[in-house]
């Protein structure tokens, strides 16, 4: 389950992403990492995960 600051950056991400028109393709919770993963814009070419603490980071 998402802790309570994974789910507050998610929130913020999403709509981050949504006011700039990029589609959002995968947003999974990974029960072994505990990270949120978001995947996201037209080609894919934006990829974010979310640590624990609500911090998160662009990866690729």
Request: hydrophobic share 40%.
């Amino acid at each position: 389950m998402p802790t309570h600051k994974q789910l507050e950056t998610s929130v913020f991400l999403c709509q981050l992403l949504s006011n700039l028109y990029q589609p959002i393709q995968v947003f999974r919770f990974d029960q072994k990492l505990k990270t949120l993963y978001i995947q996201a814009g037209r080609e894919d070419e934006i990829a974010l995960v979310i640590d624990e603490d609500g911090t998160w980071e662009f990866v690729l």
